[in-house]
């Protein structure tokens, strides 16, 4: 996704000074009564405003989730749209509080600019899509072909590795956004288009005739898209943590936003629920919430299944199929740690 | 004698009708004749582009009218019910892309408050204006009337202005600019004319620094790094960051323009104006000033159709003008794909208000031509 050479520089110039905003997020959330949460400023089935200008997607979902648990309302969020170069130092500056902007975790944005990444809610790699007609099965066949490329992203490079590894040539058409690549793959001025796997499923189901379009099997790179938060503030790295993992750990245990509020009025059989629920044991009170933190969580939004499905499910436009970001019983590598 | 006049027509002296000029010397025709066909160049020119029209009109017409879907509830409707452009895309968004994320139920303060703009505008901008000297005063107080009616508080209800958006972002920030940069480009101009050294260097560098760097650094730098030089716990409203470093932008280029109006007036005003006992002031508000500011007219407003036109540029801070509305739109699975549609709709904005500007530019240079200009 979406790396920032400019944030980077400028945090390089500033690391020295960003101290401020840092302790206890929470409480100026709550003083605030209001979650400013970092998102992007539209990319399908992650965060977009509908047509009467409410914000929906993932990533949206989760940042009403935080807000919920944070301040029992999903609805208390002010979203703060950033493009890829500002996303960092919108958050590390401290007009945003949480960040969930299709944001790819790496070494190099965890310690070198400073943030704190929350388990990951979107697991992505970087593919390859093409026209049908051109016969075109394998990445490797790729020899010599025009690719679109969104500049100053991390899929830039790993195109570019890709290609060296395999020994073979291509060549760039760089392109701003994913409009414009969506405009120029379907005007035939690059024979291949690449980005994320979602963001080519999204852009594929958009076309007249998206059947003429294949998405290559190879995946070229881990991408783990997930939230994150500022250095610093462990207490508020903790909230977040915690909540994306409830949302998950939900769906594991079966508990939906229809069932929630009833799973939440007494003890039932099962601890794991009855810990997620807060009808067992003194969890909220360890992050500095109360017991139903994860309970109005989930009522907000839903599981993550729940999320998933509406937002970039197979029976969405954007059909994507849970794959990598199935439960770890179901085959996927989703695994939430316990609640206990 | 007779003979001689045998099957002509006679009139009596003073009695001859005015013939119709001959055919080819007037209307249509004289003017393609002129403008179309004057020479070989010129004719092949004609054909050349006649031929393009022909190519062009057609498709363009049936696609974004006879072809263009208006009513439909996503993209894949307007593929079913035709070919052409899907403007419903523009007309089921047509809120966000005016107010943005403003409230639904509080938007007519927002229109309330263009209505006054308008009034305003009309009152300072045409002479005839019915009851001009009453909204000359009520234009004093309308920025107060209209941060009041946009922003709430005192009985109306607060909106944040990180819910602005679309046409009203990119108005506010075009209005606010146009009204700032152009007295304090004027400041500016005199100051860099200036015999006090301080005065002159201070305003020197300043334009010289601001004219240096992109607007899009100003704007990264408002958006970004003033958080960091601020004392911790400041709450800087964006919007008002964006507003001061845009007025600063264009304060700078005015002042330039301005300096280059200042020059064109003869020292011998200046002198003459001495000579009548005039201080600095009154000298440069009565007699400097008013020929500066004619000659400078074509200048200014291309640096308010430039301001108006940078506007889009928030978007790269997460403010979201009507294009960034458009982009974030676009993310909406319903509408995906529909990148002309929006980018026409947004130009054709654009020109609209930018001709707007150009033409009462050039109304207000014939009205003041007082036989200087060539």
Known sequence: MNKSFLSAAAFAALSMTAVNAQAATLDDVKARGELNCVVSTGIAGFAAPDDKGVWAGIDVDFCRAVAAAVLGDGEKVNFVPTTGKTRFTVLNSGEGDILFRNTTETMSRDADLKLTFLPVNYYDGQGFMISKELGVNSAKDLDGASICIQTGTTTELNLADYFRTNGISYEPVPVETNAEAQTNYLGGRCDVFTTDASGLASTRASFEKPDDHIILPEIISKEPLGGAVRHGDDQWADIGKWVVNALIAAEELGVTQGSAAEMGKAAGDNPSINRLMGTEGDFGSMIGLDNQWALRAIEAVGNYGEIFDRNIGPDTAIGLERGLNAQWKDGGILYAAPIR | ?374
């Open chain 2, 1 to 374: 004698m007779r003979q001689s006049n045998q099957g002509k027509q006679q009139y009596e002296p003073g009695t001859h009708p005015d013939l119709p000029p001959p055919l080819g010397t007037t209307g249509p025709i004289k003017w393609m004749r002129e403008n179309l066909f004057s020479s070989p160049t010129n004719i092949a020119l004609t054909i050349l582009a006649a031929f393009f029209l022909y190519k062009i009109i057609p498709g363009a017409v049936s696609w974004s009218i006879t072809d263009a879907t208006f009513i439909a509830e996503d993209r894949n409707e307007c593929r079913a019910l035709n070919s052409g452009a899907c403007w419903a895309f523009i007309a089921q968004r047509w809120g966000l892309f005016t107010f943005g994320f403003y409230p639904e139920d509080q938007r007519w303060r927002v229109v309330l408050a263009f209505v006054l703009l308008l009034m305003v505008i009309v009152a300072l901008l045409w002479e005839n204006c019915p009851g001009r000297k009453v909204l000359f005063k009520f234009a004093l107080i309308f920025p107060f009337v209209a941060t009041w009616l946009l922003l709430g508080g005192f009985g109306l209800e607060p909106v944040a202005t990180d819910k602005f958006g679309g046409f009203m972002l990119t108005i506010i920030i075009g209005v606010t600019g146009i009204a700032l940069s152009l007295p304090l480009g004027i400041l500016l101009a005199l100051g860099r004319q200036s015999n006090l050294p301080i005065i002159k260097y201070a305003c020197v560098g300043f334009i010289e620094f601001i004219r240096g760097v992109p607007l899009i650094t100003l704007l990264f730098v408002a958006s970004t790094m003033l958080s960091y030089f601020l004392p911790p716990g400041t709450n800087f409203n964006l919007l008002l960051r964006v507003l001061i470093m845009v007025t600063l932008f264009a304060s700078a280029y005015m002042a330039e323009v301005i300096r280059g109006g200042l020059q064109a007036v003869p020292n011998g005003q200046i002198e003459a104006a001495d000579a009548m006992g005039l201080k600095y002031w009154p000298a440069m508000r009565l007699i400097v000033l008013p020929q500066a500011l004619k000659i400078s007219i074509p200048g200014i407003v291309n640096t308010f159709v430039g301001l108006y036109k940078d506007s889009v540029l928030v978007i790269v801070i997460g403010l979201l003008d009507p294009l960034g509305i458009g982009q974030a739109s676009l993310a909406d699975t319903k509408w995906q794909g529909l990148s002309t549609e929006v980018y026409l709709f947004v130009a054709i904005f654009f020109f609209v208000s930018c001709y707007a500007m150009a033409r009462y530019s050039l109304y207000l240079e014939r009205k003041l031509h007082t036989g200087h200009s060539r």
